[in-house]
T-cell receptor
Framework: AQSVTQLGSHVSVSEGALVLLRCNYS??????LFWYVQYPNQGLQLLLK??????LVKGINGFEAEFKKSETSFHLTKPSAHMSDAAEYFC???????????????FGQGTILTVHP | NAGVTQTPKFQVLKTGQSMTLQCAQDMNHEYMSWYRQDPGMGLRLIHY???????DQGEVPNGYNVSRSTTEDFPLRLLSAAPSQTSVYFCASRSAGGPQAFGPGTRLTVL
């Protein structure tokens, strides 16, 4: 079984400030981890993914995330927020153990990021 | 490539009506999935398929049917629509080892 918890349904930052969106996961097998971004009235766009290579993963738009197995965390960060970063962000976990459950994504509840001028 | 396409974009149904949400992908992906998105609940898996002719239930399958007769298409059928099925529906596909690619979504309202 796998699950994802995103801490904080809403995060508000000032433009230029650090963005930190928290994600903790639970998985009985080595996980694949993903962050997706959703802009209003649009589908989900992949920001970055962790697939057991480097623990620090760099994604698009200046975002990065660090896989910490000991903390079962995969927090998303960006050093300096931009107004265009305002969106909803989803953390997701997928098992990589193969079989018919391979590729099933379990999502967190989402975090809405607001960026103030 | 068009990627993952979904039709219709918007739909309003009356309680008890049936309909099919269409999903197609042109990337020759083996895996396809249907999710529903509801406020504060993230995306929840309805049904998924690991290849043509193979489907399985996800987290919230009740009231929905799927079939996968071709690699490209993965329609989602609502048998008898209920207000609880008002949601935004996303179709996704992926290749082995690749990330999910999502369609633009179908916004469904059941009155």
């Amino acid at each position: 079984a796998q699950s994802v918890t995103q801490l904080g349904s809403h995060v508000s930052v000032s433009e230029g400030a650090l963005v930190l969106l928290r994600c903790n996961y639970s998985s009985s097998v080595p996980p694949y981890l993903f962050w997706y971004v959703q802009y209003p009235n649009q589908g989900l766009q992949l920001l970055l993914k962790y697939t057991s290579a480097a623990t620090l993963v760099k994604g698009i738009n200046g975002f990065e995330a660090e896989f910490k197995k000991s903390e079962t965390s995969f927090h998303l960060t960006k050093p300096s927020a931009h107004m265009s970063d305002a969106a909803e962000y989803f953390c997701a976990v997928s098992n990589n153990a193969g079989g018919t459950s391979y590729g099933k994504l379990t999502f967190g509840q989402g975090t809405i990021l607001t960026v103030h001028p | 490539n068009a990627g993952v396409t979904q039709t219709p974009k918007f739909q309003v149904l009356k309680t008890g009506q049936s309909m099919t949400l269409q999903c197609a992908q042109d990337m020759n992906h083996e895996y396809m999935s249907w999710y529903r998105q509801d406020p504060g609940m993230g995306l929840r898996l309805i049904h998924y398929s690991v290849g043509a002719g193979i489907t399985d239930q996800g987290e919230v399958p009740n009231g929905y049917n799927v079939s996968r007769s071709t690699t490209e298409d993965f329609p989602l059928r609502l048998l008898s629509a209920a207000p609880s099925q008002t949601s935004v529906y996303f179709c996704a596909s992926r290749s082995a080892g690749g990330p999910q690619a999502f369609g633009p979504g179908t916004r469904l309202t059941v009155l």
